[in-house]
């Protein structure tokens, strides 16, 4: 459950101090969010590299659909930090951001499923 008190976003993210500051709480989600998006290309880079050899398919497909969790990671983080901006400006940002990160998304499952379906094709 999460509670507005004097601005700043309070419950969203119980390991922090109660008396951080709004923009103390919105740049560690956004610092999060921005660490998941990291993970996210890795996975996605590895599950497309050619240099990797004979890797089998379900384990191709498996770094994608890690790379798709950490998308969503990202995306539920980039949310949270929407929701405590006070600023416009920066929710627009964010907004932004989240619409790369579902653009992302859809070329990774794009990419999951055609996977399924060469491996299924064999």
């Not at 008190?5 to 309070?10: H, P, Q």
Request: charged share 25%; hydrophobic share 50%; proline share 3%.
């Amino acid at each position: 459950m999460k509670h507005r008190t004097g601005g700043a976003l309070v419950g969203a993210q119980p390991a922090l101090a109660m008396g951080a500051s709004n923009s103390d709480l919105l740049a560690v989600l956004i610092e999060r969010a921005a660490s998941h998006q990291l993970q996210a290309v890795k996975w996605l880079r590895l599950a497309r590299d050619p240099a990797r050899g004979a890797v089998p398919l379900s384990a191709r497909r498996a770094l994608v659909l890690r790379g798709l969790g950490h998308i969503a990671d990202a995306r539920r983080l980039l949310g949270q930090a929407a929701r405590g901006a006070d600023s416009p400006e920066l929710r627009t940002v964010i907004a932004q951001r989240v619409q790369q990160l579902d653009a992302a998304a859809v070329r990774a499952e794009v990419m999951a499923e055609a996977l399924t379906e060469r491996a299924l094709d064999r």
